[in-house]
């Protein structure tokens, strides 16, 4: 009997479909979706008979899982791979949605891999590892957000080699073993996801995908976000020191860090675009090694706080202002001074004012440099 197809193009209504797609999902039954790279067949992660189907159609990588668990949510990754990799979690938090797919040790005992039926946990386990992906198609995201539990996905196979972008493509490899085929056109990429393993403190790509190589590794780098006002003056001295300091470390340039894995950057919560940094503040952080004569100010943004692995700020108020705007971001937002003291504005004040405000930075940047993930050079 052929599959129910529902042209998601078409209806009236996408919340109908999300609802029925979820009720075949709860009966056990395995359903086609469209992501933004191919057409996956999931299942409920719940049902033990809808894993030896998944298993049975699954397209086959060498020392990998046949099946793939999909996260409602980066954060999730955590519950999943409780010994994901701080690489791992900037990736997660900067690829997801999206079409990357990783390789994480499962060899924790409080992953919640080992609650799941056995075939199912059998088929998502492979070479003591498990593949977590979160699609970036958003009805596949709302059906998982109704489910209860995990889904877990297959690629189908095909003898003729290649992938199934567009739900004539699944029918003819996955049709027998699905109920149900959401069709919403050819796949946005129509190529496979990047499949990176987490290795140490870095990755290897496993498998070429939409993002390339290079891509990745500017994704895994360490993010250190500087904030105060105007982005004129403490900011950008920190910005500048900071970038000083870490090449110091990394043994480098400062226009090298970047390529050491390094990315530093400054905003500021009332900032103008394109501003140049206060003569004084470009004089100051000078006379302390540093350069901040190209500087351009820019305002505080959401995808600035989203991809940021640390976030210091100048004063208290500062930090409380971005809490409550981003509060997703609390543990990733600090006061520079160790101390918990502010710096105070040097806006408007004689060069000794900035000289002053820069060796005060530059002493709290020295306290923290050793908690901020700059590994020194190896000699």
Request: with cysteine; charged share 25%.
């Amino acid at each position: 009997m052929p599959p129910m197809v529902i042209d998601l193009r078409r209806t009236e209504d996408p919340r109908d479909v999300v609802h029925r797609a979820v009720q075949a999902l709860a009966e056990g039954h395995c359903v086609a979706f469209p992501t933004e790279t191919d057409y996956v067949v999931a299942a409920s992660g719940r049902c033990a008979t809808a894993a030896r189907a998944l298993a049975a159609l699954a397209e086959q990588h060498a020392g990998e899982p046949l099946l793939t668990l999909a996260l409602k949510s980066h954060e999730e990754a955590l519950d999943w791979a409780p010994r994901i990799t701080p690489v791992g979690r900037r990736l997660a938090r900067r690829c997801w949605p999206g079409p990357v797919a990783m390789l994480v040790p499962d060899d924790h005992r409080d992953s919640l891999v080992y609650r799941l039926p056995e075939p199912m946990r059998d088929a998502v386990l492979g070479g003591g590892r498990l593949r977590i992906r979160i699609p970036g198609h958003p009805l596949l995201a709302d059906c998982m957000r109704m489910l209860l539990g995990p889904v877990i996905l297959a690629e189908p196979a095909s003898p003729s080699g290649g992938r199934a972008v567009d739900a004539a493509s699944v029918i003819e490899r996955a049709g027998g073993a699905v109920g149900l085929v959401i069709d919403d056109g050819r796949a946005r990429y129509s190529q496979p996801p990047s499949t990176i393993e987490l290795t140490g403190d870095s990755f290897r790509l496993v498998r070429p995908g939409v993002v390339t190589e290079d891509a990745l590794q500017r994704l895994a780098s360490l993010m250190v976000l500087f904030v105060c006002t105007g982005n004129t003056c403490r900011s950008p001295m920190a910005e500048a020191l900071f970038r000083m300091m870490a090449a110091e470390r990394l043994g480098c340039r400062p226009d090298e860090i970047e390529r050491r894995g390094v990315v530093v950057s400054s905003a500021g919560l009332a900032a103008w675009g394109g501003g140049p940094a206060s003569a004084n503040a470009v004089e100051a952080v000078r006379e302390l090694g540093a350069d901040l004569a190209g500087h351009e100010s820019q305002p505080l943004t959401e995808s600035l706080v989203s991809q940021a692995d640390v976030i210091l700020t100048m004063t208290a108020a500062h930090r409380a202002a971005i809490l409550a705007q981003f509060p997703e971001a609390g543990g990733r937002v600090a006061l520079l001074a160790t101390d918990r003291r502010d710096v105070v504005d040097p806006v408007g004040g004689s060069l000794e004012t900035y000289r002053n405000c820069a060796r005060q930075i530059h002493g709290h940047l020295v306290a923290r440099m050793d908690t901020l993930g700059v590994e020194p050079r190896a000699d």
